[in-house]
């Protein structure tokens, strides 16, 4: 593949923490689709405590962990939120997963207390009786594929009028009865689906690196691959969990 | 009386009718006919119950431990097959109990599955636990790791007076044990083996499970396991008790503990730890191991773990690989056969598996591309997702759903030396496609 000189810098926060549910396959994902165009694309890992330049980052990756995890990074996370606040603001691409989502927002209130949040988008996470654990699919403005993943998430969360993510086809998605799935909020993708969510979902994939790609360089078209792979992992969880 | 025969009727109807593991329906109407059963037969173990929890390792550790025994010359109840939830546990006792009802047991050694300890016992309180290990697992049953840890905590403290045979080397299962106010003793191994520092292997409990602070690891065996200590309390790894030296890992395995020479003619670190936990088990409970090397060279699993089948010409290994630290250790294990090989990968989401699969992107798969590989197949109702994490690696990987297919067709035009690595339910299956072929002509 032709180089062609352009370079995408994706941050990992706190993998040391936040690395449930593969979100290595996030990374490798977005890693790929980049090099296999000819773009540069480097990952950056910033464990608890580490500084971070957002100005130096195109996309910003923030995964899932567990609720013990999730209150430790949190204090770290309340240190650069005036940053990372700044980096939202002028449309950096941002994708936060399960726990990661639950951070975007004002707080998160568990049985063991309150949790804040970085107060990126205006949602909020309260936890309820039963997790709510199995496939998902969604049909998602970003992309002409269904969106397929899988979700396992005790809180609940509200995005009051902000954009879903998408419409939930098959599962249970932000709270199991409004019927969507997610957050999207300039370039952040808030959601609940890992398995992880762009190998199966290389539309979504290609909409972070397009929008990351334009914020650098401007307006950008992405050369095509051959999905037939991704397409037909797409295709069989959607055709098995989706009734026509 | 009834319940152990209608037992052993299920059993035998299940086996030879229906050809499936008719354990834990023996086991559920044993327990729906005499509901204190478990709490019976259990009763009636002459000596001691032994029970051995932990994400991996448990089926082999608790067969070897009643092979050990057995060797020493005691009858011992054990659940060989691996059913380790409640029904599979009274099914082990109603099964080896003769038709009068009675047990006539020495020693029982049942694995249990780490969230059924909750429902087996209140039947029976065992004298000694070995805990293996603690590595995520089914994050879609079980939740975090944190929630099994509450569980086998709880267990712990309802019997007292149950000793604990722990892995010294898991930060996770020494803390447990420390916690649990119960006696314990440790295993382990206290020099360093391999040079696994630069791993990028997904590892658990980083954090001191006292004080929350990073734990700094002098070195690390592989997962988490290692020679820890916290960089703000005094947590550390306790003092080993029952410690392997000497360690060899190669096309066999080695090592030292108590002066004796232990050698056993298998593959992978991990069985280190499995044949040490063994060992510890026995000698705390007060058995002589006299006879434990011979009981090791005669000791065939038999059950998918590193099982060999003999298929046309064609050597076929067959191995259970269920979550990533377990498939971490099977990469290694296959790695260490320098050989030119055809690898199967067969991924089910069943119940019993997990029927999140997120999992397999924890794995190392980037490790087979330093492996002398043929072909890699990816096989099973999730061979779609094992492809793609084969294809983000850059590895091609041809797609076979039908597992038979995809055997039939490596052994035709394969190498002549075929791993098949297998997820839980794909275990049973593929074990009773790849038996078939090897009394096919």
Same mark, same amino acid.
């Given at each position: 593949?032709?180089?062609?000189? @352009? @370079?995408?810098?994706?941050?990992?926060?706190?993998?040391?923490?936040?690395?449930?549910?593969?979100?290595?396959?996030?990374?490798?994902?977005?890693?790929?689709?980049?090099?296999?165009?000819?773009?540069?694309?480097?990952?950056?890992?910033?464990?608890?405590?580490?500084?971070?330049?957002?100005?130096?980052?195109?996309?910003?990756?923030?995964?899932?962990?567990?609720?013990?995890?999730?209150?430790?990074?949190?204090?770290?996370?309340?240190?650069?939120?005036?940053?990372?606040?700044?980096?939202?603001?002028?449309?950096?691409?941002?994708?936060?997963?399960?726990?990661?989502?639950?951070?975007?927002? @004002?707080?998160?209130?568990?049985?063991?207390?309150?949790?804040?949040?970085?107060?990126?988008?205006?949602?909020?996470?309260?936890?309820?009786?039963?997790?709510?654990?199995?496939?998902?699919?969604?049909?998602?403005?970003?992309?002409?594929?269904?969106?397929?993943?899988?979700?396992?998430?005790?809180?609940r969360t509200c995005i009051n009028d902000n954009k879903p993510f998408g419409k939930v086809l098959y599962g249970s998605g932000n709270d199991g009865k409004s019927g969507?799935?997610?957050?999207?909020? @300039?370039?952040?993708?808030?959601?609940?689906?890992?398995?992880?969510?762009?190998?199966?979902?290389?539309?979504?994939?290609?909409?972070?690196?397009?929008?990351?790609?334009?914020?650098?360089?401007?307006?950008?078209?992405?050369?095509?691959?051959?999905?037939?792979?991704?397409?037909?992992?797409?295709?069989?969880?959607?055709?098995?969990?989706?009734?026509? | 009386?009834?319940?152990?025969?209608? $037992?052993?009727?299920?059993?035998?109807?299940?086996?030879?009718?229906?050809?499936?593991?008719?354990?834990?329906?023996?086991?559920?109407?044993?327990?729906?006919?005499?509901?204190?059963?478990?709490?019976?037969?259990?009763?009636?173990?002459?000596?001691?119950?032994?029970?051995?929890?932990?994400?991996?390792?448990?089926?082999?550790?608790?067969?070897?431990?009643?092979?050990?025994?057995?060797?020493?010359?005691?009858?011992?109840?054990?659940?060989?097959?691996?059913?380790n939830m409640l029904n599979g546990v009274a099914a082990a006792f109603a099964l080896s109990a003769g038709i009068g009802g009675n047990l006539k047991a020495d020693y029982?050694?049942?694995?249990?599955?780490?969230?059924?300890?909750?429902?087996?016992?209140?039947?029976?309180?065992?004298?000694?636990?070995?805990?293996?290990?603690?590595?995520?697992?089914?994050?879609?049953?079980?939740?975090?790791?944190?929630?099994?840890?509450?569980?086998?905590?709880?267990?712990?403290?309802? $019997?007292?007076?149950?000793?604990?045979?722990?892995?010294?080397?898991?930060? &996770?299962?020494?803390?447990?044990?420390?916690?649990?106010?119960?006696?314990?003793?440790?295993?382990?191994?206290?020099?360093?083996?391999?040079?696994?520092?630069?791993?990028?292997?997904?590892?658990?409990?980083?954090?001191?499970?006292?004080?929350?602070?990073?734990?700094?690891?002098?070195?690390?065996?592989?997962?988490?396991?290692?020679?820890? $200590?916290?960089?703000?309390?005094?947590?550390?790894?306790?003092?080993?008790?029952?410690?392997?030296?000497?360690?060899?890992?190669?096309?066999?395995?080695?090592?030292?503990?108590?002066?004796?020479?232990?050698?056993?003619?298998?593959?992978?670190?991990?069985?280190?730890?499995?044949?040490?936990?063994?060992? $510890?088990?026995?000698?705390?409970?007060?058995?002589?191991?006299?006879?434990?090397?011979?009981?090791?060279?005669?000791?065939?699993?038999?059950?998918?773990?590193?099982?060999?089948?003999?298929?046309?010409?064609?050597?076929?290994? &067959?191995?259970?690989?269920?979550?990533?630290?377990?498939?971490?250790?099977?990469?290694?294990?296959?790695?260490?056969?320098?050989? &030119?090989?055809?690898?199967?990968?067969?991924?089910?989401?069943?119940?019993?598996?997990?029927?999140?699969?997120?999992?397999?992107?924890?794995?190392?798969?980037?490790?087979?591309?330093?492996?002398?590989?043929?072909?890699?197949?990816?096989?099973?109702?999730?061979?779609?997702?094992?492809?793609?994490?084969?294809?983000?690696?850059?590895?091609?990987?041809?797609?076979?759903?039908?597992?038979?297919?995809?055997?039939?067709?490596?052994?035709?035009?394969?190498?002549?030396?075929?791993?098949?690595?297998?997820?839980?339910?794909? &275990?049973?299956?593929?074990?009773?496609?790849?038996?078939?072929?090897?009394?096919?002509?």
């Amino acid at each position: 593949m032709e180089k062609t000189g @352009k @370079k995408i810098v994706i941050g990992h926060l706190y993998p040391d923490l936040l690395n449930l549910y593969g979100d290595r396959g996030n990374i490798a994902c977005m890693m790929q689709r980049c090099i296999w165009r000819g773009i540069d694309a480097e990952t950056v890992e910033f464990n608890t405590g580490d500084t971070i330049d957002f100005s130096k980052l195109d996309i910003v990756l923030l995964g899932g962990g567990s609720d013990r995890e999730q209150a430790i990074v949190c204090g770290n996370l309340l240190k650069i939120r005036e940053q990372f606040r700044e980096y939202v603001e002028d449309g950096g691409v941002v994708i936060a997963v399960c726990g990661g989502y639950q951070l975007l927002g @004002k707080y998160y209130k568990t049985e063991q207390g309150m949790i804040e949040g970085l107060n990126l988008v205006d949602i909020y996470t309260e936890q309820e009786e039963g997790r709510l654990i199995d496939n998902i699919v969604l049909k998602s403005d970003l992309a002409d594929m269904p969106v397929v993943g899988f979700e396992n998430h005790g809180g609940r969360t509200c995005i009051n009028d902000n954009k879903p993510f998408g419409k939930v086809l098959y599962g249970s998605g932000n709270d199991g009865k409004s019927g969507y799935e997610g957050v999207v909020y @300039k370039n952040v993708i808030g959601t609940y689906l890992h398995g992880p969510l762009l190998p199966k979902n290389p539309q979504i994939c290609d909409y972070l690196i397009r929008k990351a790609l334009e914020r650098k360089y401007g307006p950008t078209e992405l050369a095509a691959l051959n999905d037939s792979q991704e397409e037909a992992a797409n295709a069989y969880i959607y055709h098995r969990f989706v009734k026509e | 009386m009834l319940a152990v025969w209608a $037992a052993k009727i299920t059993e035998k109807v299940s086996v030879h009718v229906f050809h499936r593991q008719g354990v834990t329906w023996a086991g559920k109407i044993a327990l729906r006919i005499c509901p204190s059963i478990l709490r019976d037969l259990a009763g009636q173990v002459k000596k001691d119950i032994f029970i051995v929890c932990g994400t991996n390792g448990k089926t082999t550790t608790n067969n070897m431990l009643c092979a050990a025994m057995e060797a020493e010359g005691y009858r011992v109840v054990c659940n060989h097959t691996g059913s380790n939830m409640l029904n599979g546990v009274a099914a082990a006792f109603a099964l080896s109990a003769g038709i009068g009802g009675n047990l006539k047991a020495d020693y029982a050694c049942i694995e249990i599955d780490e969230a059924s300890t909750r429902r087996v016992f209140p039947h029976f309180k065992p004298d000694y636990m070995v805990l293996t290990n603690l590595f995520r697992d089914q994050l879609d049953r079980y939740g975090e790791i944190d929630i099994t840890m509450n569980i086998l905590k709880e267990v712990m403290q309802s $019997a007292p007076e149950m000793k604990v045979i722990v892995n010294g080397d898991d930060a &996770l299962s020494a803390y447990l044990a420390m916690d649990s106010g119960n006696d314990y003793v440790t295993y382990g191994i206290s020099e360093q083996v391999t040079d696994d520092a630069d791993s990028r292997e997904i590892r658990e409990g980083r954090f001191c499970k006292c004080c929350g602070a990073p734990l700094s690891y002098r070195f690390y065996h592989y997962s988490q396991l290692g020679d820890y $200590a916290c960089t703000q309390c005094d947590f550390r790894r306790p003092d080993i008790r029952f410690d392997a030296g000497d360690v060899e890992i190669g096309d066999g395995l080695a090592f030292t503990v108590e002066g004796n020479r232990i050698r056993a003619n298998y593959k992978g670190f991990y069985n280190v730890y499995n044949i040490l936990a063994a060992y $510890a088990a026995m000698r705390t409970g007060g058995l002589k191991a006299g006879h434990f090397n011979e009981m090791l060279s005669r000791f065939n699993p038999e059950n998918g773990r590193m099982e060999s089948f003999r298929i046309q010409n064609v050597k076929v290994t &067959l191995n259970l690989a269920k979550n990533p630290a377990g498939f971490n250790q099977n990469i290694s294990a296959v790695m260490q056969d320098e050989a &030119l090989k055809d690898i199967i990968i067969v991924i089910n989401d069943n119940a019993q598996d997990g029927t999140d699969v997120s999992w397999l992107w924890d794995v190392d798969f980037d490790r087979f591309k330093e492996d002398k590989i043929r072909s890699i197949t990816v096989s099973g109702i999730r061979c779609y997702d094992m492809g793609l994490r084969m294809k983000y690696v850059d590895i091609p990987a041809m797609s076979e759903p039908d597992v038979e297919k995809a055997i039939r067709q490596r052994i035709a035009d394969g190498c002549g030396n075929l791993y098949v690595l297998v997820n839980y339910t794909a &275990l049973f299956s593929t074990r009773n496609v790849l038996k078939r072929l090897e009394g096919e002509k």
